[in-house]
C-alpha cells in the first residue's frame, strides 16, 4: 500500500541536543511538507519542498532545519535553537501544489 | 492574507442528530477546499475536495457542499465512530500551500 511513513511514534529531547524525524513516502508524490500541531492552534507550515535538492521555509521555520537529497525523503531536523520544541509533528505530500494532501501519521516530541 | 474559520470549535452530538459545520475562506482565487477527518495520535485524513461554488460531495453519511465565501461538511445521522475532529483547508492562487482552519471537535454519544 503507498503511504507516508513517519519514525519515531514518539520521541525525547535533551537540552541542547538536536533530534532528527524521519518522513519516507511511496506515493510518487513531487511535494513535501512539515508542519507542527499544537493544541487549539491548528496545523503550522515549517518547511515545504517541491523537488529534489530544493525547499523553502514556512511560517514558523526557525530552529528547524531539512533536506531533500531523494524525493521519497523529507527528514526534518530540531535543533537546540528551536526553545518550544514539544509538539505533534506531521509530514505530509502531496502531487502538486494546491492538490490533497496525504500525512504521516506523526512523531510526537517531548522534552526529558 | 488567506484566512480559514472553522466554527464551532466543539460540537456534541446524540447518535442520529444530524448537524452541520462550518468552514469560512477568504482567499484570493479558490484553488480547491479541502476537508479532513483527524482521529486523535494520527495525521488527518483526507475526505474531500471542492472546487467551485455549487459543488457538492458524499460519503457515506458526510456531505460537503461549497459557496462562494464557505463550505459546509453537513453530517446526517451520525454515529460514535464520527468522533474525530474534522479539518479544513483552502488553497489558493496566491499561495503554493493551502491555508488550514483550526478544525472543529466532533463527539457523537451512543
Known amino acids: 500500500d503507498g503511504g507516508i511513513t513517519q519514525s519515531p511514534k514518539y520521541l525525547f529531547r535533551k537540552e541542547g541536543q538536536n533530534v532528527t524525524l524521519s518522513c519516507e513516502q511511496n506515493?510518487?508524490?513531487?511535494?513535501m511538507y512539515w508542519y507542527r500541531q499544537d493544541p487549539g492552534q491548528g496545523l503550522r507550515l515549517i518547511y515545504y519542498?517541491?523537488?529534489?535538492?530544493?525547499?523553502q521555509k514556512g511560517d514558523i521555520a526557525e530552529g528547524y532545519s531539512v533536506s531533500r537529497e531523494k524525493k521519497e525523503s523529507f527528514p526534518l531536523t530540531v535543533t537546540s535553537a528551536q526553545k518550544n520544541p514539544t509538539a505533534f509533528y506531521l509530514c505530509?505530500?502531496?502531487?502538486?501544489?494546491?492538490?490533497?494532501?496525504?500525512f504521516g501519521d506523526g512523531t510526537r516530541l517531548s522534552i526529558l | 492574507e488567506d484566512q480559514v474559520t472553522q466554527s464551532p470549535e466543539a460540537l456534541r452530538l446524540q447518535e442520529g442528530e444530524s448537524s452541520s459545520l462550518n468552514c469560512s475562506y477568504t482567499?484570493?482565487?479558490?484553488?480547491?477546499l479541502f476537508w479532513y477527518r483527524q482521529d486523535p495520535g494520527k495525521g488527518p485524513e483526507f475526505l474531500f475536495t471542492?472546487?467551485?461554488a455549487g459543488e457538492e460531495k458524499e460519503k457515506e453519511r458526510l456531505k460537503a457542499t461549497l459557496t462562494k465565501k464557505e463550505s459546509f461538511l453537513h453530517i446526517t445521522a451520525p454515529k460514535p465512530e464520527d468522533s474525530a475532529t474534522y479539518l479544513c483547508?483552502?488553497?489558493?492562487?496566491?499561495?503554493?500551500?493551502?491555508?488550514f482552519g483550526r478544525g472543529t471537535s466532533l463527539i457523537v454519544h451512543p
Open positions: 505530509a505530500s502531496s502531487s502538486g501544489f494546491n492538490q490533497p494532501q496525504h
Open positions: 506515493l510518487n508524490h513531487d511535494a
Open positions: 519542498s517541491q523537488i529534489v535538492n530544493d525547499f
Open positions: 482567499v484570493s482565487g479558490l484553488r480547491g
Open positions: 471542492l472546487y467551485s
Open positions: 483547508a483552502a488553497g489558493s492562487g496566491g499561495s503554493y500551500i493551502p491555508t
